[in-house]
């Protein structure tokens, strides 16, 4: 899978949006980009993936460059709760089930 | 409720022994995951298992051991083998294995080696 650049860490305020950008200049055209974030002492969750379009859901947004070497993950209005770990990560349509590849991630603080 | 549950939360151990932690889930997905989760890290892949009774190594198989004989069970065995085995445990599954497929990861184990 290729790799992707993600900020260490993000700090942001409670009931402000929140927007975490990711880098992927080597994507490829059959890549998905997907978002998992863990809470502290959990395992990971699933917050949203795409393609080219934008998408939305419950979560979050998330926006595609249209070069797609980059995307935003977008949290509309900062709770607590979203204080986590964010993990951009890039998945082959043609691959198998070998697993997400997690790099650091971005460490997102939200002050009350 | 559906989900995939991990126990223990915490485990100890002493040096040279090995352990067993178990991960069942409800899901009736096909695919199941084991990863390990080092202090400020990310996740890394020890195993990966498509379906009932075959299962494939992931980045660092060395030192670990895994079985599937149920669609619903999926337990890593960490060996004596296993150099640094204090770590953060985490088994996920899938619906069926693909790219674009989510997958649902359970609260996770502890381990602590001694």
């Known amino acids: 899978d290729a790799k992707t650049t993600q900020p260490n860490s993000m700090e942001s305020n409670e009931e402000e949006p929140v927007h975490l950008p990711c880098n992927h200049s080597t994507i490829s055209g059959t890549d998905y980009i997907h978002w998992y974030r863990q809470l502290p002492s959990q395992g990971p969750e699933y917050v949203i993936h795409?393609?080219?379009s934008n998408v939305n859901n419950r979560m979050a947004s998330l926006a595609i460059a249209e070069d797609r070497k980059s995307s935003t993950l977008i949290l509309h209005r900062a709770t607590l709760r979203d204080a986590a770990v964010y993990y951009c990560i890039l998945r082959d349509l043609r691959g198998g089930a070998d697993g997400l590849t997690f790099g650091k991630g971005t460490h997102l603080i939200i002050q009350p | 409720d559906g989900g995939i549950t991990q126990s223990p939360k915490y485990l100890f151990r002493k040096e040279g022994q090995n352990v067993t932690l178990s991960c069942e889930q409800n899901l009736n997905h096909d695919a199941m995951y084991w990863y390990r989760q080092d202090p400020g890290q990310g996740l890394r892949l020890i195993y990966y298992?498509?379906?009932?009774?075959?299962?494939q190594k992931g980045d660092i198989a060395e030192g670990y051991s895994v079985s599937r004989e149920k669609k619903e069970s999926f337990p890593l065995t960490v060996t004596s083998a296993q150099k640094n085995p204090t770590a953060f445990y985490l088994c996920?599954?899938?619906?069926?294995?693909?790219?674009?497929?989510?997958?649902?990861f359970g609260p996770g184990t502890r381990l602590t080696v001694l």
């Open positions: 996920a599954s899938s619906i069926v294995p693909g790219s674009t497929d989510t997958q649902y």
């Open positions: 795409g393609l080219t």
């Open positions: 298992s498509q379906i009932v009774n075959d299962f």
